[in-house]
């Protein structure tokens, strides 16, 4: 089996909430979302999605990932698209840095592969670990109150893991930290994600105000060793997000005590094959996950169900669900959220097929 044929589609996500905002007065209306298709001389078509958090976020933006595919592209016809290891090879090779160009791609692979086996990815990946997924609503930064009125909200809706978007104001964040604090109940978690928007000493401020609630504290500052000094003067469970991008950062996380928990994004590790051997690797050293991806529809959120479902109940702190947070579906087949969890597809792949209307308009092909 060679690989024929490279298309990309852009898809705009316009938000559910009208706008998302984190750190740094940093925010996003609609998500530009990349959808690519890995065509092959079998007949057999695999699907992948990058979608950057806009380009403040990481050092990745969406433009950029069509770009990239340009560039990378042409070096991967001929390939076997099964081969996945030889497949990465081959484009960290060609394209050095970059893993978000290369995330969709490898994840269209796999999407050929479970097509190929006829079965889903998770299996492909591990297997499947119990019956469904825990999900977590991400908080957009709004008052205190608007806040705390949000999670009382997504609790009605069947969610027990909240992400509060902190990382502006210490003084207002303590206050959002209390606030959605006092609205959960028994078994709830809370995190108050910074997404590295907090100084250190800022951090320390707001780490020793809040001593007193149960509240998950994730990468307050930029560098991994300003969070490393905040963790060692807080008791709160501490993770690590922006600081982890592949596997050498992780294994000095796990050296130093750096994190409870950690966060493995699809796109920031590059792809399914690589997000896998972080997943892997934290399951051995018994480091807690939270697998999801930067952004995405209907194609990223399959693919975060099925790293999540192949991953251990014990070690598989939360995912996410993006198609619930934007009002255009990219693909049909999809996981959908049902009280709080959802479950990946058991159609081989993927288990999902692009909207017509994603692939009417291509934006560039390579062959």
């Not at 969070?227 to 690590?240: D, I, K, N």
Request: proline content about 5%; some cysteine; overall charge negative.
């Amino acid at each position: 089996m060679k690989i024929t044929r490279i298309v990309a589609y852009q898809v705009d996500l316009p938000l559910k909430e009208g706008r998302y905002a984190w750190s740094g007065g940093k925010a996003v209306d609609v998500f530009d979302s990349t959808v690519v298709a890995v065509e092959t001389d079998s007949g057999i078509t695999g699907y992948g999605e990058v979608c950057p958090l806009g380009p403040f976020y990481l050092p990745a933006y969406a433009a950029g990932a069509r770009a990239g595919i340009v560039e990378l592209g042409p070096q991967l016809i001929g390939c076997d698209p099964r081969e996945l290891g030889q497949l990465n090879d081959r484009m960290d090779r060609c394209l050095r840095g970059h893993a978000y160009v290369k995330s969709a791609v490898d994840m269209a692979c796999w999407d050929i592969l479970g097509k190929v086996a006829g079965l889903p990815v998770c299996q492909l990946l591990g297997g499947r670990f119990g019956e469904d997924v825990l999900l977590y609503r991400a908080i957009s930064q709004r008052s205190p109150a608007e806040m705390a009125e949000n999670v009382r909200q997504y609790r009605d809706e069947g969610y027990r893991r909240f992400q509060l978007k902190v990382g502006g104001d210490p003084d207002e964040d303590i206050e959002r930290i209390r606030a959605a604090a006092g609205v959960l109940q028994p078994g709830d978690r809370l995190v108050a994600d910074a997404n590295t928007g907090w100084t250190r000493h800022e951090a320390v401020r707001v780490v020793n105000a809040v001593r007193d609630i149960d509240v998950y504290i994730e990468q307050p500052c930029l560098s991994y060793e300003e969070c490393l000094s905040v963790r060692r003067l807080t008791p709160h469970p501490f993770v690590l997000d922006e600081s982890i991008d592949g596997l050498q950062p992780l294994l000095r996380g796990h050296t130093d005590l750096a994190m409870d928990v950690v966060n493995i994004k699809i796109s920031k590790f590059g792809g399914l094959t690589h997000a896998r051997q972080a997943r892997d690797l934290c399951v051995s050293l018994g480091i807690a996950m939270t697998l999801e991806d930067s952004w995405g529809g209907d194609i990223v959120t399959a693919a975060i169900a099925h790293l999540a479902h192949s991953t251990p109940e014990p070690l598989r702190f939360t995912s996410t669900d993006f198609n619930s947070y934007v009002t255009v579906a990219n693909a049909t087949g999809a996981p959908q959220r049902e009280g709080g969890r959802f479950s990946a597809s058991g159609e081989p792949g993927l288990g999902v097929t692009p909207t017509d209307a994603v692939l009417a308009n291509p934006v560039l092909e390579v062959a």
